[in-house]
């Protein structure tokens, strides 16, 4: 690969993370308005930010076991 594809690659891999991350904070968005709970993961832990700004690993969502 040459430094043009090297920098074309480089710049569509940054323009898909961008959208990545919009689509991320809008979803975060979306979820605060509706009162729902957002998933995310650290270090491999799963986290719930709950609607009161709360974070636990505890899922609040129903579970139909």
């Not at 799963?46 to 505890?58: C, F, V």
């Amino acid at each position: 690969m040459n430094k043009i594809n090297d920098l074309e690659l480089y710049q569509e891999a940054f323009l898909f993370q961008k959208i990545g991350n919009e689509a991320v904070k809008e979803a975060i968005r979306n979820n605060e308005k509706k009162n729902i709970a957002s998933v995310f993961s650290k270090d491999g832990e799963i986290y719930y930010k709950l609607p009161s700004g709360e974070i636990t690993q505890n899922s609040p969502f129903i579970s139909k076991e």
